[in-house]
């Protein structure tokens, strides 16, 4: 449609100026109320994903700037709202995760008392959160109101086994000579009700993959992905990084 302008102000253009079928089209979209003349179009679109969603409205936008004046047209509907929801959703939840980490190491730290317990389970913590959304980048599963939480509840059920374990490790390493000898006498102790926590987690979130509705099934897959790479984290991950640090030592050569 290249003469919308004129239509805007008063009449159609000149027969010839512009194909019958636009013509027709630019009729069926003039609205003419209290001596006000708007063209409203009211389009339908499939569902996509927010980046495609992105691209639609940004070429929308060029094609009203480039034949309408500035002010003149407004995008509106459920699909422009939908995705500055959607946006606003995935900051909030960045800005929430980034506290939530924040508080969950102070908190690890204020009841170990320790720096090396807060750096003994921070990578066990964030590696769930950056395999999962590894997958979702590699399955092409994108970020929605439902799969954007995925990251929280990775962190908050499995900072749960991180504190078992360290409290565990803490309790072990003065009665052991060797660092593996500790990690065997921690995972004994902790590890099979980790582990059984996490296999009953991860098989209720596995009932949300049977859905119809596309959010809630990843949301319930990759959930359950999350809680078994959480447990994989905390009994491999976390024993080397108490290691390394020589978590506990502090307490075994304490007099």
């Known amino acids: 449609i290249e003469h919308p302008g004129r239509w805007l102000a008063a009449a159609p253009p000149p027969t010839g100026e512009v194909p019958p079928a636009a013509v027709a089209i630019l009729a069926s979209l003039r609205h003419a109320e209290d001596g006000r003349v708007a063209l409203r179009a009211s389009l339908s679109v499939t569902a996509m994903d927010s980046g495609r969603s992105d691209d639609l409205l940004a070429a929308i936008e060029r094609s009203a700037g480039a034949h309408l004046p500035s002010g003149a047209w407004t995008l509106t509907g459920v699909v422009p709202l939908l995705n500055q929801a959607q946006a606003d959703l995935v900051r909030t939840q960045i800005r929430s995760l980034a506290a939530a980490t924040l508080t969950v190491l102070a908190m690890i730290g204020l009841l170990f008392w320790s720096w090396k317990a807060v750096l003994a389970a921070l990578p066990a913590n964030l590696l769930p959160v ?27 059920l499995g900072v749960d086994d991180s504190i078992h374990f360290i409290n565990a490790w803490r309790r072990q390493r003065p009665g052991s000579d060797e660092a593996a000898v ?9 590890g099979g009700p980790a582990l059984s926590t996490s296999l009953v987690a991860a098989a209720g979130f596995l009932v949300l993959s049977a859905s119809e509705f596309r959010p809630v099934a990843w949301f319930g897959l990759l959930s359950a992905i999350t809680m078994i790479t959480a447990w994989l984290a905390d009994v491999v991950v976390t024993p080397a990084m108490a290691a390394i640090l020589r978590l506990g030592e502090e307490v075994r050569h304490r007099p």
Request: hydrophobic content about 65%; some cysteine; proline content about 3%.
């Open 182 to 190: 500790c990690a065997r006498r921690t995972l004994a102790h902790v």
């Open 130 to 156: 950056a395999l999962t959304f590894a997958v979702m980048a590699l399955g092409g599963i994108a970020i929605d109101p439902a799969t954007v939480m995925i990251a929280a509840v990775a962190m908050g």
